[in-house]
């Protein structure tokens, strides 16, 4: 039942106890029970929608941050990474492997915002040797989600 609760939720965290123990030949009780088992030990760390930034009136600019960094004696990357964590700018962090160490998903309301937070805060951390900022311009596939499904192509009708 594990890996298969685990790929329902991930696929649908909306679906009720019923819904899934029905899918899963259990009962809800036996359900609920795995659920609060993966909460309390830190399986599950959260839910969340899938929002479409575009849709709503929200302004957010998001952006791909890579780092080089010198790694902390006896600590490797995590040090640096879980500094760079607590940052509220900062949705995302992951160790990379190739040409840098971490990548970072930071937002900001404006292009502007994520300027100043690379050059103000993070590249001030002594561990950071560099960072490269990519922003993201737009959203196709979103955690296993299609984005954009509904909006026509409007180039071709320029012809």
């Known amino acids: 039942m ?18 899934l123990a029905t899918m899963l030949d259990t009962t809800p009780q036996a359900v609920a029970e795995k659920m ?10 959260g839910y969340q929608a899938i929002i479409d930034e575009e849709q709503v ?6 952006a791909i941050i890579d780092l080089r960094v010198t ?18 700018e900062v949705d995302s962090v992951y160790l990379m492997s190739g040409g840098y160490d971490l990548a970072v998903i930071v937002k900001g309301h404006n292009f502007k915002d994520i300027a100043m937070f690379v050059a ?12 490269k900022t990519h922003f993201l311009l737009s959203r196709y596939k979103e955690r296993g ?8 192509d409007q180039r071709s009708e320029a012809f």
Do not use: C, H, W
Request: no cysteine.
């Open 2 to 19: 594990k890996d298969k609760l685990l790929a329902l939720l991930t696929e649908n965290a909306r679906l009720t106890t019923e819904e």
């Open 36 to 45: 609060d088992q993966y909460e309390r030990s830190g399986v599950i760390r």
């Open 57 to 62: 009136d929200r302004d957010l600019v998001t």
């Open 71 to 88: 790694p902390k004696k006896d600590m490797g990357f995590d040090a640096i990474a879980q500094i760079v964590a607590e940052f509220d």
């Open 120 to 131: 103000t805060r993070l590249s001030t951390l002594d561990s950071v040797l560099s960072t």
């Open 145 to 152: 989600i299609l984005m954009n499904r509904d909006i026509p």
